[in-house]
């Protein structure tokens, strides 16, 4: 008890002193609001907070500190927690005293007053009443709570906000922000959405946006990833994937809005319009394969493959879906016969031509709908007037190349390149298919007769072969005999033609001998004939023989002689002859060469 009396005592005496001196103290994490309770001049009917020194609350505000001649009597002193926006997050401003807010705005503009810490800066700069433009990023504010209220994310639910409102705004990766501004002027007629404004920090600073012409509603400008201060009374912010533009295609951007309609397509180009970028129509530069952030609701962005599309007049359909209401072509031939053609054709859109197919056409389905499904089937159907079906069925590759020449050009004049027209399945009457069918059978049965009585020679052929191989030896043997035989044959020719060769030479030889002996013997007689006489010499060649052949003269002349006194030559050539006879034997003469 003895210890609380000291402390009463000085508790009191500095209340007294506080009294006394109006000794006011605010703490570093403090505010203090000024509340005076009277005064010789009182508040315009229209104001809250006292500028002039007007009894009630007072612009001014106390930071930490010792003051002195606030006495309690003449003022109150509110101290109230500084206000703390964490990080991440924002505050949004409620001004309970200022300006009106013009009819054609919703939100108090921003004005220079120090983030809200100067209250009367606010009010002398024009401050309007109400919800505000202006937002407290993250940190630490003085504020006078008399004039505004700040929302936070902590106490959102008490001002009927919810509290992830109050966040930091994110715009995630790979996609894009469409925003939609709830203050400002109305957009101009004619335009679905307010066009690009510069120079407002993408929406962060609203006062430049709207001072610089910007529209309440949906804007052409997006948001791209990343975090943004926003006010979410003034802006609406609904994220879409951005445009993705897979490889072999373009995207053809056909935009609503954007600056005015200046066609660059040139002279040539009579069927659209072409605008550069950030123009509203057709622009004439594609997108190429990639990611783009592009405002979905005030763009179009139009798909053109530039890899060779394929396009099936038949029951099947493509992965591309573009000939999905495509079916096989019925015509009718020459010959009064109503059959169905299967066809595909392939074509191909350049990147740079893109832009003006879309123009032209408005898209690649309207292409092949309005364009390629008429020139096709036209061109057949009336193709197929001019043959019988088995005159078309048989010059199919000539009807293709004479489609493609066709169809190339026709297309052409629509900036589309034609690749190939093929000709698929070809469904003839039945009764025609059997026919094409027998013939078919007949013609391979032809073949195959050929075939066999190919392989039948063939076969004969080796058998022939295969006996001639096996008597290869023997004719061998034959042939090298034969050669022989005539070989000696030659040479006993030659040796016989050589034996008489030699006979006829030693024959020749002799009878020349005999010749000359004979012409000398002759020519001796003659002469001794023309010397001795005829007689007189035949008597000395008799007497000479007689005496070389020992020839006994006088008993063979007696005995033989014919005693008719003939002459001694007579009888000594009887005598020869009968000599000679007896040398001949066995009675017969022999030759005399």
Not at 236 to 261: D, L, R, W
Request: contains cysteine; charged residues 20%; hydrophobic residues 40%.
């Amino acid at each position: 008890m003895e210890i609380l009396i000291p402390i009463v005592l000085v508790v009191a005496v500095f209340l007294l002193l506080v009294a006394l001196t109006g000794l006011v103290i605010i703490t570093e994490r403090q505010v203090g609001v000024v509340i005076k309770r009277f005064s010789s001049r009182s508040l315009p009917p229209d104001r809250l907070i006292a500028l002039n020194g007007e009894a009630g609350y007072q612009a001014a505000t106390l930071a930490p500190g010792w003051y002195f001649g606030y006495f309690p009597w003449v003022y109150s002193i509110r101290k109230v927690p500084i206000t703390v926006v964490p990080q991440g997050e924002i505050g949004l401003i409620v001004a309970a005293d200022g300006a009106s807010i013009p009819a054609e705005r919703i939100l108090g503009k921003v004005v220079a007053c120090d983030d809200f810490q100067d209250a009367r800066k606010f009010l002398s700069n024009g401050g309007e009443r109400g919800r505000q433009l202006g937002i407290l990023t993250a940190g630490a504010y003085r504020i006078n709570t008399a004039l505004f209220t700040v929302i936070t994310r902590q106490n959102a639910p008490q001002h009927g906000m919810d509290s992830d409102d109050l966040l930091v705004y994110q715009v995630e990766s790979d996609m894009v922000g469409i925003v939609t501004t709830l203050d400002g002027a109305p957009i101009d007629e004619g335009e679905i959405a307010g066009l690009y404004i510069p120079n407002h920090d993408n929406f962060q600073n609203a006062q430049a946006f709207l001072e610089t012409g910007g529209r309440r509603g949906l804007q052409e400008q997006v948001l791209l990833s990343g975090s943004w201060n926003l006010n979410p009374w003034f802006v609406n912010v609904e994220q879409v994937p951005m445009t993705e533009i897979p490889i072999g295609y373009v995207g053809v951007v056909i935009s609503f809005v954007g600056k005015a309609h200046i066609d660059v397509s040139g002279s040539e180009f009579k069927h659209g319009d072409l605008v550069n970028v950030g123009h509203k129509g057709v622009w004439v530069t594609p997108l190429y394969p990639g990611k783009h952030p592009i405002n979905t609701r005030v763009m179009n962005v139009e798909l053109v493959p530039t890899t060779n599309i394929v396009l099936n007049w038949s029951p099947r359909t493509e992965q591309h879906s573009y000939d999905k209401a495509l079916d096989s072509i019925t015509v009718n031939s020459k010959d009064g016969f109503t059959f169905e053609l299967d066809v595909a054709q392939i074509i191909h859109v350049g990147a740079l031509e893109a832009p003006k197919v879309i123009s032209r056409i408005g898209s690649v389905q309207n292409m092949v709908d309005h364009v390629l499904q008429p020139i096709v089937s036209n061109y057949f159907r009336n193709a197929a007037q001019a043959y019988t079906v088995l005159d078309f069925l048989n010059a199919r590759s000539d009807r293709q190349t004479e489609a493609t020449l066709h169809v190339g050009k026709a297309i052409r004049a629509y900036d589309v390149e034609a690749i190939d027209t093929l000709i698929g399945k070809i469904i003839p009457p039945p009764t025609l298919m059997q026919t094409l069918t027998d013939r078919k059978i007949a013609e391979e049965q032809n073949k195959t007769y050929q075939v066999q009585q190919e392989a039948q020679s063939q076969r004969q052929q080796l058998v022939r072969a295969t006996a001639l191989a096996d008597i290869q030896q023997e004719m061998v043997s034959s042939e090298q005999g034969v050669s022989i035989a005539e070989l000696q044959a030659r040479s006993r020719i030659k040796e016989a033609e050589g034996d008489a060769q030699a006979i006829r030479l030693k024959a020749q030889g002799e009878a020349e001998a005999v010749r000359a002996i004979g012409d000398a013997k002759a020519q001796a007689y003659r002469a001794g004939a023309e010397a001795m006489g005829q007689q007189g010499f035949t008597a000395v060649q008799l007497m000479q023989i007689i005496g070389d052949q020992k020839v006994r003269i006088i008993p063979d002349i007696a005995v033989n002689g014919s005693g008719q006194g003939g002459g001694v030559a007579e009888a000594l050539l009887g005598v020869l002859l009968r000599g000679e006879l007896q040398r001949i034997p066995n009675g017969k003469p022999q030759s005399v060469e």
